[in-house]
């Protein structure tokens, strides 16, 4: 079975695999880096990197799991995976709820970048043009293609982890390495809640690539593995650094303070030559917001092209930009209802909708795979 349910464009539109390890490390620290900070330290206190320790192995377990399955399953992308292992009627039932949460999942990126903005730079402009702008520029990206994409990632991952290293630096007169201490000051239990949240966003989010790596190059397909885990490396090196570092300077106010490496940026002043420079880290951070959005509307219309077996799936880019705006602009707006998603209700999501889909075709095909094997012995 190839993936003649996609588009003929999309059979075009293939890339190498560095381009998607790129692809894969602006998804897993695109929004993470500004957001996952302060809540972890909010519950974990000091202990807030090792929560992350982990919940990056449970990111990296997850990952084999999609890697495997696009090993048994070459050229295929996750509803192929499932129409194989659970039928159609199968993968009706799992999916349909995946592509409902996507939807509020691009929508919900949009909200805090909304926020972000609202909260940091701009105060007095309002969150409609804000949004509409995002997403106007995101269909755009999209609508030229997974190739385009890859690309201009290649080019501003250098701007986004250039603006990271460049706050991280200049604010180490300010570093207090004894605020790490105590490490667990109430005991496993707030490490452990910690990282739930932090294996919820983002990690467990990792499991809808399974639907875009088919689209690396047949020639680099054995090293996709390799080069994704190197990004998963330096996704769970750069947040480990950035919550330890906000620690640092922060000390107890790092998990009341939100977007914790803006307000890195507002506190760096190198006499009177290098000051108020927290406007053009944000928008830097953006970069990693925009990156994030363009590849889960991108994986959304791929999914919805499967899925309704279209022959051109490009043509719901627009649609599905203005659902998704419709959904950024009348559901939670509001700061607390976001961190609350944040901490308790997306996790519980992400494992539900998209990870336990991902574990039972995993499981199944397993499964039938050694008694394949099982049967071949016997004979």
């Given at each position: 079975?190839?993936?003649?349910?996609?588009?003929?464009?999309?059979?075009?539109?293939?890339?190498?695999?560095?381009?998607?390890?790129?692809?894969?490390?602006?998804?897993?620290?695109?929004?993470?880096?500004?957001?996952?900070p302060a809540p972890l330290t909010?519950?974990?206190?000091?202990?807030?990197?090792?929560?992350?320790?982990?919940?990056?192995?449970?990111?990296?377990?997850?990952?084999?799991?999609?890697?495997?399955?696009?090993?048994?399953?070459?050229?295929?992308?996750?509803?192929?995976?499932?129409?194989?292992?659970?039928?159609?009627?199968?993968?009706?039932?799992?999916?349909?709820?995946?592509?409902?949460?996507?939807?509020?999942?691009?929508?919900?990126?949009?909200?805090?970048?909304?926020?972000?903005?609202?909260?940091?730079?701009?105060?007095?402009?309002?969150?409609?043009?804000?949004?509409?702008?995002?997403?106007?520029?995101?269909?755009?990206?999209?609508?030229?293609?997974?190739?385009?994409?890859?690309?201009?990632?290649?080019?501003?991952?250098?701007?986004?982890?250039?603006?990271?290293?460049?706050?991280?630096?200049?604010?180490?007169?300010?570093?207090?390495?004894?605020?790490?201490?105590?490490?667990?000051?109430?005991?496993?239990?707030?490490?452990?809640?910690?990282?739930?949240?932090?294996?919820?966003?983002?990690?467990?989010?990792?499991?809808?690539?399974?639907?875009?790596?088919?689209?690396?190059?047949?020639?680099?397909?054995?090293?996709?593995?390799?080069?994704?885990?190197?990004?998963?490396?330096?996704?769970?090196?750069?947040?480990?650094?950035?919550?330890?570092?906000?620690?640092?300077?922060?000390?107890?106010?790092?998990?009341?303070?939100?977007?914790?490496?803006?307000?890195?940026?507002?506190?760096?002043?190198?006499?009177?030559?290098?000051?108020?420079?927290?406007?053009?880290?944000?928008?830097?951070?953006?970069?990693?917001?925009?990156?994030?959005?363009?590849?889960?509307?991108?994986?959304?219309?791929?999914?919805?092209?499967?899925?309704?077996?279209?022959?051109?799936?490009?043509?719901?880019?627009?649609?599905?930009?203005?659902?998704?705006?419709?959904?950024?602009?009348?559901?939670?707006?509001?700061?607390?209802?976001?961190?609350?998603?944040?901490?308790?209700?997306w996790p519980l999501l992400d494992?539900?909708?998209?990870?336990?889909?991902?574990?039972?075709?995993?499981?199944?095909?397993?499964?039938?795979?050694?008694?394949?094997?099982?049967?071949?012995?016997?004979?």
């Amino acid at each position: 079975m190839n993936r003649g349910a996609g588009s003929a464009a999309a059979k075009q539109d293939r890339i190498g695999s560095v381009q998607m390890a790129v692809l894969f490390l602006f998804f897993m620290t695109g929004s993470s880096i500004v957001i996952i900070p302060a809540p972890l330290t909010n519950v974990a206190g000091n202990g807030a990197w090792l929560s992350l320790l982990i919940a990056w192995a449970a990111g990296a377990l997850l990952l084999a799991c999609v890697l495997y399955l696009n090993r048994r399953y070459p050229g295929r992308s996750l509803f192929e995976y499932g129409r194989e292992a659970l039928g159609n009627a199968g993968t009706a039932l799992l999916l349909a709820p995946f592509l409902c949460v996507m939807f509020w999942h691009v929508a919900g990126i949009v909200i805090e970048i909304g926020l972000f903005f609202k909260s940091t730079m701009l105060k007095e402009t309002p969150t409609y043009a804000v949004n509409s702008v995002l997403l106007v520029t995101i269909a755009l990206t999209v609508r030229a293609g997974l190739e385009v994409m890859a690309r201009m990632a290649s080019v501003f991952l250098g701007l986004m982890f250039g603006a990271i290293v460049l706050v991280l630096a200049l604010v180490g007169p300010l570093y207090h390495p004894e605020y790490l201490m105590p490490v667990m000051p109430d005991g496993i239990g707030p490490i452990l809640n910690a990282a739930y949240i932090a294996y919820g966003f983002p990690y467990a989010e990792l499991a809808v690539f399974a639907f875009i790596l088919a689209d690396v190059k047949e020639r680099d397909s054995a090293k996709i593995g390799k080069r994704l885990y190197l990004a998963l490396a330096v996704n769970g090196l750069t947040l480990l650094v950035s919550v330890a570092c906000s620690i640092m300077v922060l000390g107890p106010l790092s998990g009341d303070l939100k977007y914790s490496l803006y307000q890195l940026a507002r506190l760096i002043f190198i006499r009177e030559i290098i000051e108020r420079i927290e406007s053009v880290i944000g928008f830097s951070l953006i970069v990693g917001f925009y990156f994030k959005t363009s590849i889960l509307l991108h994986i959304l219309v791929r999914a919805l092209g499967l899925a309704f077996r279209l022959p051109n799936e490009r043509i719901l880019v627009f649609p599905v930009a203005l659902l998704c705006l419709l959904l950024s602009l009348t559901t939670y707006t509001e700061e607390a209802k976001m961190e609350e998603i944040v901490s308790i209700v997306w996790p519980l999501l992400d494992n539900l909708v998209y990870v336990a889909p991902l574990l039972l075709i995993a499981a199944v095909t397993a499964l039938r795979g050694r008694a394949g094997r099982s049967r071949g012995r016997d004979v």
